[in-house]
């Protein structure tokens, strides 16, 4: 029987495990097919305080991963969780067709960048195309270079406007002939005269995979079906995300684009079910507030087992 297990090895898992494995709970981590989360696929990370140089994303995970081993968290390395059944506790989820018991959960299953699905979009990613301004903006390849952002909610004005301090100009390619953005982002982002919307217009391809690097867009306007290529050195793919929670469908109260619905901070509708991080969080989405969210749920879940002893 485990105290705790935490479905989910981003910034948000691997810091309720720390906080968990402090308690002397000996949490269990498992994993889930991407170890490290969304963070080992971006390069430096830059705003994660306490890095004044930045830190590798990887690095960074790892780190995390190490302290909560230190203080005894055990992890399930690469295995999945593929069934939930919370409707009497102790709590059963089955892990690689195994049951396993637990007294509690800790939710922190993250999201993922939606993906246009076109050529050289994957291939490219890392090498010019990315889903983070935040993480990536920075970067020497997009100094002074044009700049490609592609949605038109307001990740993508607020990609499109943080670019603006890196990039010659940022195109802004948007499907529809306006933004769906909120108003007052809606004004800021079409008032830069660094943005450049280009409407009607949809993404078609991600140039150019045989040099290696990102130097352009084929795009097609939909009203017209003229297409052409645009020029940029970057391409920030910002058309939403996708929370990873389809395993609780039902179960765990979640808002119609299926993120979780946090109850008093980090507890969700399920009393010994916890939720942390991205999963449950469709306006910030960063590092440092799926930690503290992490840190929040472990300190829930020690809390609630304290009280049931
Ligand atoms: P979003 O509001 O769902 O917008 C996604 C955008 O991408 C839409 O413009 C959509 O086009 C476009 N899109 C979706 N799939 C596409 C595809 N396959 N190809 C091309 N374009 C595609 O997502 P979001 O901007 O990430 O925002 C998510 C939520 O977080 C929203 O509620 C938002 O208000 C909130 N948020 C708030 C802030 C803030 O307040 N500062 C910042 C970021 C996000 P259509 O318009 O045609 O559907």
Redesign the pocket.
Known sequence: MENVVIIGSGCAGWTAAIYTARANLKPLLVTGAQPGGLLTTTTVVENFPGFSKGVDGNTLMMEMQEQAVRFGAQVQYMSVVERVDFSRRPFTLTVDGRELPAKSVIIATGAGH?R??VRGEGELENKGVTYCATCDGALPIFRDQPLTV???????C?EANYLTRFGSVVYMI???DR????RV?TERTLANPKIKPVWDT?VEGVLDVCQDKVTGVKIRNVKTGEGSTLACAGVFV????EPNTRLFKGVIDMDETGFIIPVKGARTNVEGVFVAGDCAD??YRQAITAAGAGCMAGIEAERWLAGRE
């Open positions: 939606r246009l699905g592609i949605g038109g909610g307001d990740s993508a607020e948007h499907r529809r933004l769906r953005a909120s982002m949809v910002a058309i939403g995300h469709s306006a």
